[in-house]
């Protein structure tokens, strides 16, 4: 089948969205890490904005591998961005215009010291970033170590963004923005001390500079992106009636949230959607105890009634009713009030979220590492909830049932995926619900230290725990909350 490229686009239905007669964008991007999530976040935002002004086209730059770079070559860099949920819909995306993998270091160099790059984004995940368990720059990792050894090809995110910002420092040229667009908290700022931490192991004048002069927003994105598959990949081939090996889809939910820092990024993202605010925290928080928290407290209870995914978890009544209290009447009322965010909006975009039918979000996988996870999703807001008196139900039912889980695989011989996995089922394995709970809480895994101390919320676990054990659901079924 014929490949999709410039010269075949005049062959697609005319109802597929395309940048057909549109002006050549030239680059003002960077963006480090071009896989699936990128092309189906922000370069969709980008491409939105090239419509009006072409200047912010995207040069592609894969630091570990050349095959994404080089599937996107052989397709001029266009692409499908397939949006499946109840009304799906296919658009072909065409920002990116250069496509660079590690040999291409030269380019690279040249593209991050040309004026004309105002934006330097990435997604690396958290691992990429090379920081330490506190959050800090990580002298000793060995991409860090390699790059502070002079070489002129850096392996580190951190030792290009230097490299970059010097040879503009050096040459008398406005740094760039460089903008992680990673779900790590405080992103912006950990980049930003990164970054000074980095230089200051080289030259203090320019550590000096990048702390003075440079500014790095924190941001958060979220939309749910599948991995591509054989089965996208035919289903795009017959829409298009053309070949895309480089086709990506998500959900058709997406939300971009930018840190305004006082000074333009270069492309105006808010006019195609993105949030601009200075409180990136709020969002953050609201994304983790409702999307996530609702996600974790899905994958247990779901998983303990027969549920498999989290659309069929949501296709139970009760425990669809269930998590919606939960949000509304324990989660929101500790959120803090924050300007352009509705968070009785975002609880029913979630939920509709969750109710998707047609992109298979497994219960087990969220499941796995709540050791790590709950604490956060679930943890924060039963401390907040106690700090006022109350006694959240909903999050005292969701942790019983992670408990119950925890019970029911140990005692089943089932392995516990999770970093702390054998030490959950040594807690889990013997003795009463309580005594389960007890042993979680006193080694802090998945409940905050701040709980050691409240002997009612003990109780309260362990009797949700217990019932639920026993197949006993009437918390689900009254749907109550506090």
């Not at 266009?78 to 040999?103: K, M, Q």
């Not at 492309?267 to 953050?284: C, F, K, M, Q």
Request: aromatic share 6%.
């Amino acid at each position: 089948m014929t490949r999709l490229t410039y010269a075949t686009l005049d062959r697609l239905p005319k109802s597929i969205p395309s940048p057909l007669g549109r002006t050549p964008p030239t680059i003002g991007i960077v963006h480090f890490g071009p896989g699936a999530f990128h092309r189906a976040h922000q370069a969709a935002y980008v491409d939105a904005l090239l419509a009006d002004d072409p200047r912010w086209g995207i040069a592609a730059v894969s630091m570990r591998s050349k095959a994404t770079v080089a599937a996107l070559a052989e397709q001029d860099g266009l692409y499908t961005l397939a949006v499946r949920d109840a009304d799906s819909s296919n658009r072909v995306i065409g920002a990116h215009r250069r496509f660079l993998g590690p040999d291409d270091a030269a380019q690279t160099h040249a593209l991050l010291a040309d004026p004309a790059v105002r934006l330097v984004t990435s997604t690396v995940t958290e691992k990429g970033y090379c920081l330490a368990a506190d959050g800090t720059l990580d002298l000793s990792h060995a991409d860090i170590v390699h790059d502070l050894a002079g070489t002129a090809t850096p392996r580190s995110l951190i030792g290009w963004l230097v490299a970059g910002l010097d040879a503009r420092r050096v040459a008398g040229i406005a740094p760039f923005v460089p903008m992680p667009c990673d779900n790590l908290a405080n992103n912006g700022a950990k980049l930003h001390a990164a970054l000074v931490a980095y230089a200051r192991s080289r030259d203090a004048r320019l550590a000096d500079w990048i702390a003075g002069e440079v500014r790095v927003p924190s941001t958060m994105v979220d939309s749910i992106t599948p991995a591509s598959d054989a089965a996208l990949y035919a289903d795009v081939a017959e829409t298009l009636g053309l070949e895309d090996r480089a086709a990506v889809q998500r959900e058709s939910f997406v939300q971009w949230v930018i840190e305004d820092i006082g000074v333009p990024l270069g492309p105006d993202l808010a006019s195609v959607g993105a949030t601009i605010t200075r409180d990136v925290a709020s969002y953050e928080k609201a994304k983790l105890r409702i999307l996530n928290g609702a996600h974790s407290t899905l994958a247990y209870v779901g998983l303990l009634r027969s549920a498999t995914s989290v659309a069929d978890a949501m296709r139970d009544a009760d425990l669809a009713g269930f998590v919606d209290a939960m949000i509304r009447d324990n989660i929101m009322p500790m959120l803090p009030a924050t300007a352009g965010l509705d968070l009785d909006a975002y609880r029913a975009a979630v939920l509709q979220r969750f109710r998707n039918p047609v992109i298979v979000h497994r219960l087990d996988q969220i499941a796995q590492d709540g050791s790590q996870k709950l604490s956060y999703r679930l943890g924060d807001t039963l401390i907040a909830n106690r700090r006022e008196g109350r006694m959240p139900a909903g999050i005292v039912t969701a942790f019983g049932a992670w408990v119950a889980f925890l019970i029911r695989q140990a005692r089943a011989g089932t392995p516990i995926v999770d970093p702390a996995g054998e030490h959950l089922a040594a807690a889990a394995r013997d003795g009463t619900p309580a005594d389960v709970v007890a042993r979680l809480i006193d080694a802090a895994l998945g409940f905050p230290p701040e709980l050691r101390g409240d002997d009612a919320v003990r109780a309260a676990v362990a009797d949700a725990a217990e019932r639920i054990a026993r197949g006993n659901w009437s918390a689900l079924e009254a749907r109550h909350a506090d």
